[in-house]
């Protein structure tokens, strides 16, 4: 059972940088998938980064490629999102995600979620 609490959240400027963090809880940690999600009004959910436990591989939707970083601390069950060069387009409830050991970029596979946090880019 992991538990994911996520913080960072915020309101900037288009072209500006924001950091999220995520906390989880739980044993085992290292062995999960990690990732996070947006989710924009009246939108689907869509994938914005993953980081798998095997090989310390990351993967990342087109739409943030070269923008956003994903990282994580094993030694401190912690998760981070780094955003640079926003956009309007990226303002979304952003959520941390876990799973035990599947590498993917649909919602569904995804077990743990956190609460959300917001983020709004202005124009």
């Known amino acids: 059972q992991v538990q994911l609490a996520e913080s960072g959240g915020g309101l900037v400027q288009a072209g500006g940088s924001l950091s999220l963090s995520c906390a989880a809880s739980g044993r085992n940690f290292s062995r999960y998938v990690v990732g996070w999600f947006r989710q924009a009004p009246g939108k689907e959910r869509e994938f914005v980064a993953l980081?798998?436990?095997?090989?310390?591989?990351?993967r990342y939707a087109d739409s943030v490629k070269d923008r956003f970083t994903i990282s994580r601390d094993n030694a401190k069950n912690m998760v981070y999102l780094q955003m640079n060069s926003l956009k309007p387009e990226d303002t979304a409830v952003y959520y941390c995600?876990?799973?035990?050991?599947?590498?993917?970029?649909?919602?569904?596979?995804?077990?743990?979620w956190g609460q959300g946090t917001q983020v709004t880019v202005s124009s």
């Open positions: 980081f798998t436990w095997r090989g310390s591989g990351t």
């Open positions: 995600v876990a799973n035990r050991d599947r590498i993917a970029i649909t919602a569904g596979e995804y077990d743990y």
